[in-house]
């Protein structure tokens, strides 16, 4: 005997929607239900790797380095060690550091060291190259021994044979700052003059440059300047080239009490 049929047959998208509520209906809350309104969407990572945080880097990640600050001016001139600091006066604000490549060098360099106060960092110059007395350094300079004696020496007074770049140094404009000949090396020595900062060595500070007085005999040498390099050894003097030395006068300030420390890097590091 047949079975009769429905008079409306079942279609197929009836079914799988039946289907799908049966499923809903069973699976109950822990189902793939929606989510609740205003709950916060997590991302994980894998299994045991911490997801990323809400800044975007990972935690598990390296931290961010830090900008490089700019090298600190330093509290104390290098180069120079406990014994030639001790001679720098204590209100010196100016250092001019000549430093010779070793104790029989005439070649050396130069730096001009400047601070605000006492207890302020020490600011420097660009090195400058220098040339010394043509067999190098020595503790007792003796008149005629071609060394430049090393030591501390104050800074007082200038002068040369044509008008000073913009300074405030006490400044002697003379002729007589003239020298001619050739140097050890056959350089001519024409123009070492025109612009020079006596060496308060064997002389009477805060006089000119042209002052003779010896206050410790004339056998012990004298005439110890810094001034143009003509591009070879000295007698005793510091040389450094016409640009520097216009900046050297420029920077120079009495008020600073300037002061020289010369000597090979060994002396210096004494």
Same mark, same amino acid.
């Given at each position: 005997?047949? %079975?009769?049929?429905?008079? &409306?047959?079942?279609? *197929?998208?009836? %079914?799988?929607?039946?289907? !799908? &509520?049966?499923?809903?209906? @069973?699976?109950?809350?822990?189902?793939?239900?929606?989510?609740?309104?205003?709950?916060?969407?997590?991302?994980?990572?894998?299994?045991? &790797?911490?997801?990323?945080? @809400?800044?975007?880097?990972?935690?598990?990640?390296?931290? @961010?380095?830090?900008?490089?600050?700019?090298?600190?001016?330093?509290?104390?001139?290098?180069?120079?060690?406990?014994?030639?600091?001790?001679?720098?006066?204590?209100?010196?604000?100016?250092?001019? $550091? &000549?430093?010779?490549?070793?104790?029989?060098?005439?070649?050396?360099?130069?730096?001009?060291?400047?601070?605000? #106060?006492?207890?302020?960092?020490?600011?420097?110059?660009?090195?400058?190259?220098?040339?010394? @007395?043509?067999? #190098?350094?020595?503790?007792?300079?003796?008149?005629?021994?071609?060394?430049?004696?090393? #030591?501390?020496?104050?800074?007082?007074?200038?002068?040369?044979?044509?008008?000073?770049?913009?300074? %405030?140094?006490?400044?002697?404009?003379?002729?007589? !700052?003239?020298?001619?000949?050739?140097?050890?090396?056959?350089?001519?020595?024409?123009?070492? !003059?025109?612009? $020079?900062?006596?060496?308060?060595?064997?002389?009477?500070?805060?006089?000119?440059?042209?002052?003779?007085?010896?206050?410790?005999?004339?056998?012990?040498?004298?005439?110890?300047?810094?001034? $143009?390099?003509?591009?070879?050894?000295?007698?005793?003097?510091?040389?450094?080239?016409?640009?520097?030395?216009?900046?050297?006068?420029? *920077?120079?300030?009495?008020?600073?009490?300037?002061?020289?420390?010369?000597?090979?890097?060994?002396? *210096?590091? #004494?």
């Amino acid at each position: 005997m047949s %079975v009769p049929r429905s008079s &409306v047959p079942l279609r *197929l998208p009836y %079914v799988v929607c039946a289907v !799908f &509520v049966l499923l809903l209906a @069973a699976c109950g809350t822990g189902g793939i239900g929606p989510r609740e309104s205003g709950a916060p969407t997590r991302t994980t990572g894998a299994p045991g &790797v911490p997801g990323p945080s @809400a800044g975007g880097a990972s935690a598990a990640g390296p931290a @961010a380095a830090p900008p490089r600050a700019s090298p600190a001016p330093p509290r104390e001139i290098p180069g120079l060690g406990p014994r030639t600091r001790a001679a720098i006066p204590a209100g010196t604000r100016q250092v001019f $550091v &000549v430093t010779g490549e070793s104790p029989d060098s005439s070649r050396s360099t130069a730096v001009l060291y400047t601070r605000d #106060g006492p207890a302020a960092d020490w600011r420097a110059t660009a090195p400058w190259a220098a040339h010394n @007395a043509l067999n #190098g350094w020595t503790a007792e300079h003796w008149e005629g021994d071609l060394r430049s004696p090393v #030591g501390v020496y104050t800074l007082t007074a200038a002068g040369g044979r044509f008008d000073p770049p913009s300074t %405030v140094f006490p400044y002697d404009l003379s002729p007589d !700052f003239k020298v001619e000949g050739e140097g050890f090396h056959g350089e001519p020595l024409e123009g070492s !003059f025109d612009y $020079v900062i006596a060496i308060d060595y064997n002389r009477l500070p805060g006089t000119s440059p042209l002052d003779h007085t010896r206050p410790l005999g004339t056998e012990r040498g004298g005439g110890i300047w810094i001034h $143009v390099d003509h591009g070879g050894p000295t007698q005793g003097c510091v040389s450094i080239s016409e640009d520097r030395m216009k900046e050297l006068l420029s *920077l120079l300030d009495p008020a600073k009490d300037p002061v020289v420390v010369m000597g090979d890097a060994a002396y *210096l590091g #004494g």
